[in-house]
């Protein structure tokens, strides 16, 4: 089975920026669909990213278009997210996961099968 692992997160100030990285055990796959959830204590994940792994489509909700943006390196097996002009209401764990869904619908927690641990950012204000 595939294991999902998170690295980058930390703390930054509001307007800051941070790149997660998620790096695969193997080959994702195509047509196979990575994305990227944000969880806050209470709260269900929410989606900010989708990507679909062999094509490179990418996929935002429009919470965050414009300042993230997921990207992947095949070679490494690592898809990673860049969040720019961060603000508090980012703050969470943030969490990759696979899909065997395209990734124009895998938006839901549902459509993923595997997940990574979570790396937490902390958006100061």
């Known amino acids: 089975q595939v294991q999902l692992v998170e690295s980058g997160g930390g703390l930054v100030q509001t307007g800051g920026s941070l790149t997660l990285a998620c790096t695969s055990s193997?080959?994702?796959?195509?047509?196979?669909?990575i994305g990227w959830f944000r969880q806050t204590p209470g709260s269900e994940r929410l989606w900010v990213a989708a990507?679909?792994?062999?094509?490179?489509?990418?996929y935002y909700p429009d919470l965050v278009k414009g300042r993230f943006t997921i990207s992947r390196d095949r070679t490494k097996n690592t898809c990673y997210l860049k969040m720019d002009n961060l603000q508090p209401e980012d703050t969470g764990v943030y969490y990759c996961?696979?899909?065997?869904?395209?990734?124009?619908?895998?938006?839901?927690?549902?459509?993923?099968?595997?997940w990574g641990q979570g790396t937490q950012v902390t958006v100061s204000s």
């Open positions: 990507m679909s792994w062999g094509e490179g489509s990418t």
């Open positions: 996961a696979r899909s065997f869904f395209a990734a124009h619908v895998a938006t839901m927690p549902g459509h993923f099968d595997v």
């Open positions: 193997e080959d994702v796959g195509h047509p196979n669909t």
